[in-house]
């Protein structure tokens, strides 16, 4: 079982990116997906969260990344994908891709099933 998380890279404030989390040896759409990120000396935090489309739709944000980060997924490519807008240097962290439950307030919950591997997003001028 393997979760692949790419589309990391350098970025100047105000910029995009977009990471990708391809699953292998398992069917995304029986999992709920979650983005986390560690920043140096933090951490590891969840940022956002998206329910598997056997259970009631639904994806969740935490408050810091509310309006500029969009979860979604294509279960017929077995991939996750976290869009992210309007970087800023606070977003400067390794990301993460992880099958876990998704719980509103807290974004995740719960045992998480898969870790993938990290991804670096780097955001500086």
């Known amino acids: 079982v393997q979760l692949q998380a790419s589309g990391g890279g350098l970025v100047q404030p105000g910029g995009s990116l977009r990471l990708s989390c391809v699953a292998s040896g398992l069917t995304l759409e029986y999992y709920d997906i979650a983005w986390f990120r560690q920043a140096p000396g933090k951490e590891r935090e969840a940022v956002s969260c998206i329910r598997n489309p056997n259970r009631e739709q639904g994806s969740f944000y935490a408050d810091l990344v509310k309006g500029r980060f969009t979860i979604s997924r294509d279960d017929a490519e077995n991939t996750a994908y976290l869009q992210m807008n309007n970087l800023d240097h606070g977003d400067t962290a390794v990301y993460y891709c992880?099958?876990?439950?998704?719980?509103?307030?807290?974004?995740?919950?719960?045992?998480?099933?898969?870790w993938g591997q990290g991804t670096q997003v780097t955001v500086s001028s």
């Open positions: 992880a099958a876990v439950a998704c719980v509103p307030g807290t974004v995740v919950g719960g045992n998480v099933a898969y």
